[in-house]
DNA sequence: AACAGAATGTACCAAAAGGTTAATTTGTCA
DNA sequence: TGACAAATTAACCTTTTGGTACATTCTGTT
């Protein structure tokens, strides 16, 4: 029986996990927002449904806090391209297809890559200390691998191509297209940005991508 | 014991431009390092050699010096630029040239590349105030424009190239490299950072570049 | 029902941080 | 030279901010 179940509240309840969940997700947005020296734990707390004592309970401090919410951040950034299921595409079409989502999924979330943006001013000094989120990452660069050596096998990549500068390219382009938006739109206009601008660059990437792997 | 230090200054030489100058290059690395919120004002002034009063008496407050902080790091940045005198080189010698110069400058200069990605952290918002910085750089995409014009009349470029993805292109490859190094090198390792690596990434910048404009 | 421990809310605090006041020195020009 | 403006210093102030003490409520177990 679920006794939880959209009943008014006149006192609180105890859902651990819920007010965990909730604090995360309304700190991810804050600290994208504002950075992470810029945000602050009263402007968290407020979006929020619980009380202040509530992060420093469950997360210790602003930087504790911050590391969950970048962990998390990472987690569903990789999460896309797992079920992407390269392996079942010939290996160009698999490159097309991820460097065509890579692109989407990087469009559509922006916060995630204002997060490792920000991290990245800090030096990745959160980054440093998670266990996590390495892991994570050397699935797509184990992906990525694992799409060359068939390329290369079948005939229609160069026997040459490195993964990992693959991976990078493609990273640059669609972490820069997020990251560097403000300034870039502001400076040289909007057109790159609007949907037909990013339709170009999107088929821009993939085309790059291919040149890079395909047989001269 | 010594008498003249750590003491009350009794005697001092007025120099308006070079304490400002002297915050200004100080506070770019500080800056830089730590971003707009999480500078210290304190800390500027710690490396200083003027009071804390002089910042405010010349810029009036933080934004105000941050601001001026960001229009000398993008005046540095198109300065280089400006004397590659890309005119005197065919089109595509020249486009190799800009690129693979990009590619170092940033790299020799990251300070004013995290000042920008901190800006963008910011949604550009002391960007928009500068009066400056917007004809700055409009110039780099005037001198792209002429290039392409060029290599089109004379045959060499593709008549539907575009100038400003091609900065985009460019700017993506030389600031991503910077800004996200923290992260990436971490994840998956110092080999692309190496000289070796850096060299390799080089190159394959200038032959995107040169292959965005050829004719097929 | 009573208890213990986990979960939560409220009120508060100490320190950090940006900014200001007021006084002092230096330069300039009649 | 002396008055006035510009430049500079040191000390001080106010608000913000991350963090905490303590009381209270909930919930599973005996």
Not at 37 to 60: C, L, P, V
Not at 153 to 173: C, K, M, N, Q, Y
Request: charged letters at 30%.
């Amino acid at each position: 029986m679920n006794r939880n179940e959209g009943e008014r509240k006149t006192s609180w309840k105890q859902d651990p996990e819920g007010v965990k969940a909730d604090i995360l997700a309304v700190a991810t947005s804050v600290f994208a927002e504002a950075g992470f020296s810029g945000a602050r734990i009263d402007e968290i707390i407020r979006r929020t449904k619980t009380s202040k004592r509530m992060i420093y309970y469950y997360f210790g401090d602003k930087s504790g806090l911050y590391s969950k919410v970048l962990e998390a951040a990472y987690a569903r950034l990789r999460k896309g391209e797992d079920q992407l299921d390269l392996q079942a595409l010939p290996p160009l079409e698999a490159l097309a297809k991820l460097a065509a989502f890579t692109f989407d999924f990087h469009r559509n979330n922006p916060e995630y890559i204002r997060l490792i943006t920000i991290e990245n001013i800090h030096h990745g000094k959160h980054l440093k200390q998670s266990e996590t989120i390495p892991k994570l990452n050397s699935q797509i660069i184990i992906g990525l691998e694992d799409l060359c050596r068939r390329g290369i096998e079948d005939g229609t990549f160069r026997d040459d191509v490195d993964p990992l500068e693959l991976h990078w390219t493609i990273s640059a382009f669609c972490v820069f297209n997020i990251s560097n938006r403000a300034t870039f739109s502001h400076l040289y206009g909007d057109d790159l940005f609007t949907d037909a601008g990013q339709e170009r660059l999107r088929a821009r990437l993939v085309s790059m991508a291919l040149d890079m792997v395909r047989l001269r």
